[in-house]
Structures are given as structure tokens and as C-alpha cells.
């Protein structure tokens, strides 16, 4: 799905060369078949078989020295191709006609035709059938550099879509590692060898589960989870028993695919704002089910939620430019979601008064090599509740802005910019 895509010619044309010829035996074949036909049935008897063969020979041949003429023509300015084309051609089939008028008035040389006459005679059949050839050839090849160009297009995005997708997941990392490598350092400096040399293995497992996907590609929802937990035991190093943590994964949802990563923005925030400003912690729940032909993924946690809650708040996740954002919890999930999905994905996120936080995240559902069997009609298009437009001051936008990280609006979602 965001791999880079191939380069796809026409199969027919895969081998140019190949069809130019086939195409030339086919057509000047077929010409000669029809023209003797129609001779034999006008009653012009055998010998005029002679002559079509002739004839068939010089186009074939002429059509040869017209093609290495006309492939140094296409790519130069209209005026210049098409004004040597008309020339090139004009000269060939003259060549082609009378070479044809002369042979035919050798072998009926009981009529009273002349030269001339037999030249135009000729240069009616010969004309479109020439003619024909140039516009086809013409037709074909501009076909062929139109389909390199769209599939050069296709490549090229999707090379830039695939180092976006690598950009955006390249810059959990930086989060994660400086919180773990702080808790070490912390680990050390009380002289905590045991659990220090704990959270050094945990860790080196988790980054090698990690680099292990390519940064634009896929995993399952088991795969994801699996890198989720391995996540949750370093950060459970920390936090011990007041990190709490929920599965619920039914059997279809943990073969869905979804891009590798896309949850763990969640999870950190979900501790950093969660877990962490409680004293008795709280408990984060992740929930992966198949709702029809969706993959429907919910994030919750028992914390505090927002300071100025709202029981809903969707969006079809555009592009923010706003100053204020920091971090790159939503912006991340924003970015990766619309270039993988563009409209066919829904966001959710609800923080009710009584506390806690969920977001929803709903996606195509579809299974590790499968082909997305149906494009699902978008999810309206929602505003942002008034009171978050506002902005939520909560004191948890205090962490300076990452450089070079995505924009987002920082009143739709203030917990994840905080990373």
C-alpha cells in the first residue's frame, strides 16, 4: 500500500522492439493480403500479385527509414516535427509511387497509361495507407511516453510518500529514548545496577522489534501490540504497579494490518499524562475490533483527561499550520493516517467531565497481503468544539516545540503535544 510502486508498460508493448515488428509484419502483411484480394476479385488476374508484393516490399521498406526519422523528431518543438514529418513523408511516398507506377507500367504494357497517370493512380492507395502509418506510430509512441510519465509520476510520489512515512516514524524515537535513557541515567547515578542493566536489555529489544519493519511498510495489529508491550515493560520499570494495562484484541482485529507504530504517540501520552501526575497511576486499555469492513482501534486511560473536557471532538484531521502546536503526538498520527488512508479514516477523541481519555481510531480493514476488497465512504467532515478552539490552558503545553515537527493545532489535543 505505501511501498514504492513499479513501473507498470502496457503488456504488449513491454518489449518495444519486439512489437514495432510485430506490428510491422502484421500491418504490411495484412495490406498485402487485402490488396491482392480485392485485385483477384476486380479479375487483374495473377500478375498483379507481382506487383502488390513490390509495392508492399518498397512501403515496408520505406516505412523502416520513415521510423528512424520520425523517433528523432518526437520530443522537438511542434513546428519542427511536424514540418519534417510532412516532408519525410511527402518524399517517401512519392519514392514509394512511382517506384510502384514504374513496375506496374513494365507489366501492363498493353494499356495506353503513362507514367503520370499511373503515378497518381497509385498515390490514391498508397497515400492513407502511408499515412495511416505515420499517424500510428506517432500515436503509439506518444502513448507509451504518456504511460512512462504517469508511472515516473506514481514512483516519484510514492518515493515522497514513503520518506514522509519514514520521517514521521523516525521521530518517536527521539521521545522515547530520552525518557528511557534518563530513567538509566537516574538508574545509575543511585547506583540501581540491577534494574539499570533491566531496562538496558528491554530497551535494546524493543529498538531491534522496531527497526526491524521498514519505516513506510505495514504490520498486524498482533505485531503492533507485541511492540507495545515491549514498550509498556520498559516504562512499567519506572512506574511499577500504578501502570496498569488493559488488551482487548478479538482474533480477526490482530490480523489487520495498519501502519507499524501508529499507536505508541498514544500510549507515551497516555503515561505522560495519565500515569505519571497520579499517585495512584491509572490504567491504559487498548481495544481492537472489526466493526463490518473497519478496523476500529480505541486508546483509553483513566487519568485526569482534559481540564475543560468535551464528550466528543472528531475531525477529519486537516493540515494545521498553527504556531502553538508542539510536539508530535497528533500531528504524527494525522500525517501518517492521511498518507495512508487520505480520507477513508476517522478520528475521534472524548474526554468526558467525570475524567479519563479515549481516542478512536478507525481505519479500512485489511489483512496482511490482501488488496482493500472496498472503498468505504469518508466520515463526515466535523468541526472542532468551540471550547477547544478556544485553546485549553492546562499547564501541560509548558514543553518547547520540537524542530521540524508537524504542525497541529495545539486546542484539539494538548496531550499529545507535549511529547
Do not use: C
Not at 513491454?14 to 500491418?27: H, I, M, S, V
Not at 510518500?161 to 519514514?166: K, N, V
Not at 534494574?195 to 530497551?203: F, G, S, V
Not at 495498519?258 to 495519565?274: T, V
Request: charged share 20%.
Amino acid at each position: 500500500m505505501m511501498a514504492v510502486l513499479p513501473s507498470r508498460p502496457a503488456p504488449f508493448f513491454a518489449n518495444k522492439n519486439r512489437a514495432f515488428w510485430n506490428l510491422q509484419f502484421a500491418g504490411w502483411g495484412s495490406a498485402m493480403v487485402l490488396r491482392s484480394v480485392q485485385g483477384l476479385a476486380n479479375g487483374q488476374g495473377f500478375g498483379l500479385l507481382m506487383i502488390v508484393f513490390i509495392a508492399t516490399v518498397t512501403g515496408f521498406s520505406f516505412s523502416l527509414v520513415l521510423s528512424v526519422i520520425y523517433r528523432n523528431l518526437i520530443g522537438r518543438p511542434p513546428i519542427v516535427t511536424w514540418g519534417f514529418t510532412a516532408i519525410a513523408l511527402a518524399t517517401a511516398l512519392s519514392l514509394q509511387v512511382l517506384i510502384e507506377a514504374w513496375v506496374a507500367g513494365l507489366y501492363y504494357t498493353d494499356r495506353e497509361t503513362t507514367l503520370t497517370q499511373l503515378f497518381f493512380l497509385y498515390l490514391a492507395v498508397e497515400l492513407p495507407l502511408l499515412g495511416a502509418w505515420t499517424g500510428l506510430y506517432y500515436a503509439i509512441n506518444y502513448f507509451l511516453q504518456l504511460e512512462e510519465s504517469i508511472d515516473r509520476l506514481e514512483r516519484l510520489e510514492a518515493q515522497a510518500t514513503s520518506a514522509q512515512l519514514a520521517m514521521l516514524r523516525y521521530q518517536l524515537n527521539p521521545h522515547f529514548l530520552f525518557n528511557t535513557l534518563n530513567s538509566i541515567s537516574t538508574l545509575v547515578l543511585l547506583k540501581e545496577t540491577e534494574p539499570a542493566n533491566a531496562m538496558l536489555t528491554r530497551l535494546s529489544r524493543f529498538l531491534r522489534h522496531t527497526l526491524v519493519s521498514e519505516p513506510g511498510g505495514t504490520v498486524t495489529v498482533a505485531q503492533e501490540v507485541e511492540t507495545l508491550k515491549l514498550y509498556l515493560d520498559i516504562e512499567r520499570m519506572r512506574f511499577e504497579e500504578r501502570l496498569q494495562t488493559e488488551f482487548d484484541i478479538s482474533e480477526d482485529a490482530a490480523e489487520a494490518i495498519l501502519p507499524s507504530l501508529l499507536l505508541q504517540p498514544l500510549i507515551e501520552n497516555a503515561i505522560k499524562y495519565a500515569v505519571s501526575p497520579l499517585e495512584d497511576g491509572a490504567r491504559i486499555s487498548l481495544s481492537a475490533q472489526i466493526s463490518g469492513s473497519r478496523l476500529r482501534l480505541v486508546v483509553s486511560d483513566t487519568g485526569p483527561g482534559l481540564k475543560n473536557p468535551v464528550e466528543s471532538t472528531r475531525t477529519s484531521l486537516p493540515q494545521s499550520t498553527s504556531p502553538d502546536s508542539t510536539g508530535v503526538g497528533l500531528a504524527n498520527i494525522r500525517d501518517r493516517l492521511a498518507q495512508a488512508y487520505g480520507n477513508r479514516h476517522l478520528f475521534e477523541i472524548r474526554s468526558p467531565a467525570e475524567g479519563g481519555f479515549t481516542v478512536v481510531i478507525e481505519i479500512p480493514f485489511e489483512r496482511e497481503g490482501e488488496e482493500e476488497e472496498a472503498l468505504l465512504v469518508p466520515p463526515p467532515e466535523l468541526t472542532t468544539h468551540p471550547s477547544l478552539r478556544e485553546g485549553v490552558q492546562d499547564g501541560r503545553l509548558a514543553s518547547g516545540k520540537q524542530d521540524g515537527a508537524p504542525s497541529v493545532e495545539s486546542s484539539a489535543y494538548p496531550r499529545a503535544m507535549g511529547q
